[in-house]
Structure formats: structure tokens, C-alpha cells
């Protein structure tokens, strides 16, 4: 049994605060897969031998799990010996890693696969092998140095000159300034879900249910927890400037820093966060110090309060407190008028949405 039958939702809105003001031009996104292509980038010097087959695919219409059963079909392994980096859309043009545990097995003839893969395969749905290495170890979930994103927007409510100047000067002001680093809408499913499951977990927490919809079901939680923080910053005005008692992160790191109170390290502080050097943070809730103090303790506490079913879910799950920017600055962003349609290039480390740039310059994706 997977699923629960008592009703525990609770009272959600997705109408966090943005950033901009609204340009009131809508689009159309995904009009066909070849408008949202994504490719992963990694940093890794293989080793050239090992029992790790990686393999870089590129996939249409298809999703990243789907993907990772032919390849265990294939090679005949089972499919925990198939990893990838993360999930995929569907309904677009993807390239990523997978690695294969293939020990004292040989490469495996990567044409034959893609026979194998459109013999299995429905209509729509097609991948190509674009490079293969081997490696003495497995890919891990979330190794990933960035994933760039080429989109191409049609059908705008206003295709005239004065529409493609706004579109232009957003994306001028986004590539200086950034955009907040919400989770996207996806993370918490079909009519908030994830959520409402999230809470009868919480509420059962002996039910058994299997690890994978576990963990989708805490990180929805505790990704809510974050985007309604990060919010609420951006009603105060905070969500890119310091506020006493903050945790910033280096830009394109992890790694987390406390706030000072005397007046020269604080200055510095203020002219790093202006240089886009460094970002405020907000808390992936959980047990642990959550490293704030201060204003921004009184912030973050203020809104997790709001939510006593997540915040002491969270707990009793005994997950580790982790610290993400509220900020994102798009890498090398692009964007250029193709004919009526606007197209649009950027980078973004793993973990951030495509959608989040997008919900700051179009007002309703279609």
C-alpha cells in the first residue's frame, strides 16, 4: 500500500512576491520539445577505466527514469546499477549523465542501444548516445556544476517593437541583478500533492510508503518552508541585501559564512552582496543550528511558525538543516527576437529553475 486515505491538505497559495514589476506580456512555452532543450554540464576528468560506464545521452520526449530502465534492460543489470544527476523534463530536448555499474563487463555498442531504446520506445520518444567514458566511480545525485537552458517563447500576447524592447531591458536588469531562487512549481506536484502528502506522512509516520515518494514528499515540505522565507524577504525588501544576523553563500559555492556586527566588515559585506559576490540565505528546515541570529532568526522563525505540521515533520524526520540563496544570477543570459517568437539562453547551477527566471519577465506562461 503507497498512498493514504485521510485528508490532511492544508491552505496553499503559489502566488509568492516577485522581484519585478510585471511587464504584463504573456507566452507560450513548450509549444514542441525543441523550445526547452537543457544540458548538463559537469566538471570531471574521467579516468578511463573502472567498472563505471558514463554515458551522455541526449533525449526527447522522454523522461530521465524511463531513460535509466532501458539502460539496465540493456545491459542487463539491475536498474539501482543505472545513476543520473537529477531528473529531466519530459517534454523537451535534454542531454545528460547516466553512469552504468558494469563490472569486468565491456563498453557496451551504444548504437545497438539506441535500436534497443526505439524498439521499446513510443512515438516521440527518442534519445542519442552522445558520448561515453569510463570511470571509477558513480555518478551521484546533484553533481552537477550547472545546466544551461536554450527556450524559445512563442505566441505573445504583444509582438510589437516596444514588446521585444521591454523583453530585451528585463533581461538586461535580470543578468545584473538576478532573480529570487525559489524552488519551481514542479517540486510540490499536481494541485500541491506532494504537500498534502507530506503532511499525512507526517501524520503517520510509520505508514510505509516506498523511499523515493518519502523523499520527494519531505523535500516539498521543507522547499515551501524556503520559497515562503524567501517571499517573505522579498515584502521586506531583504531578499538580495543583509539583514543583521543573516548566513550568506558564496556565489556558484556552497559554502556559508556568518554575519558581523562591526561597521568595516559589515560594509564589505554590503559591497560584496552589491558585486553579486556572495547571497543572504535562507533555511532548508531541519534539526540542527540554523546559523542565523538576530533579525533574520526572528524572519525565518516568524514564517516556519506558520506551518507547525511541517515545521515539526521536519523534526521527527530527522533531517539536517542546510542553508540555500535566496538569489541566483543567470550565467552568460542571452535573448534575441526570432521573428514573432523570443528566444532566450542562460546557465544555472543545479538545483535552480528555468521557471523562476521566466515567472520575472513574463507574466503567464501558456
Known sequence: MDSFSADFSIDKDYSFQRVYQSLNISAKLKSCPDDFIVEENIVLEFSGDGEHCWVYIEKRGCNTDWVAQQLAKFCKVKKMAVAYAGLKDRHAVTSQWFSVQLPGKPTPDWNDFETFFAGNADEGETIRVLQSFRHNRKLQRGALKSNTFKLLLRDLSDSSDKTFELLSQRCEEIAAAGVPNYFGEQRFGRGFNNLDQAAKLFASPRFKISKHK????????????FNNILSQRIAQGVWNKRLPGDVFMLDGKSACFKDELADEVIAETERRLAANEIHPTAILWGEGDS????????????VIERFPVYRDGLIAARLQAQRRACRIIPGQLQCARQGENFALSFSLPSGCYATMVLAEIFSDLL
Open 214 to 225: 518519502r523523499s520527494l514528499y519531505l523535500s516539498a515540505a521543507r522547499s515551501w518552508l
Open 291 to 302: 546559523m542565523t541570529s538576530s533579525q533574520a532568526a526572528a524572519l525565518e522563525s516568524q
